[in-house]
């Protein structure tokens, strides 16, 4: 989904970011995702008329999923580290489409406290979640030096590690 006036979600984050600074799109983020606050202008400015529809009530209106989606989608292009909790959490959360979303940010921002939920996520009932969930525990691994753990290798990247010296 694009943000306003059809711009890709990195501009859309980026006039954000230009409008009310990073400390400000960080806060509406955390809004969001842990306190259920969702200010209209951020969600708009994040997804143009999607969010409008939401704002709205439709689409699940402002509980629903596409608020902690596109809040998730925004840290891919605007980070700080104090961030990374919200996304740990929302790797548990009910819909697929937030799970994936967290572990894409998880992924490229290197959010190695999510590794410890990340292989149950291998087994999720969504093909796309899982499919990011390897993702996340390759990119890891690639990081790491060590062998994927892609095919059915539950172990944590860091127990390859063991009996060796650094």
Do not use: I, K
């Not at 009310?20 to 995702?33: I, N, T, Y």
């Not at 999510?114 to 009932?125: G, T």
């Amino acid at each position: 989904m694009a943000g306003p006036l059809g711009e890709s979600p990195r501009r859309a984050v980026e006039a954000l970011v230009e409008r009310g600074g990073e400390a400000w799109v960080v806060e509406r983020c955390l809004d969001v995702l842990t306190r259920g606050e969702v200010d209209a202008t951020f969600l708009v400015g994040l997804s143009g008329r999607h969010a409008e529809h939401v704002l709205e009530g439709r689409e699940g209106g402002v509980e629903g999923y596409w608020p902690r989606v596109w809040a998730l989608r925004a840290m891919l292009y605007c980070w700080a580290p104090r961030l990374a909790p919200a996304v740990v959490t929302s790797l548990g959360d009910e819909s697929w489409r937030v799970r994936e979303m967290a572990l894409r940010v998880a992924t490229r921002r290197e959010v190695v406290d999510a590794l410890p939920r990340v292989p149950a996520l291998l087994d999720d009932p969504t093909s796309r979640v899982r499919r990011a969930a390897a993702n996340f525990l390759d990119a890891l691994a690639t990081r790491e030096g060590v062998s994927s753990s892609r095919e059915g290798d539950h172990q944590s990247p860091t127990s390859h590690h063991e009996g060796q010296e650094g």
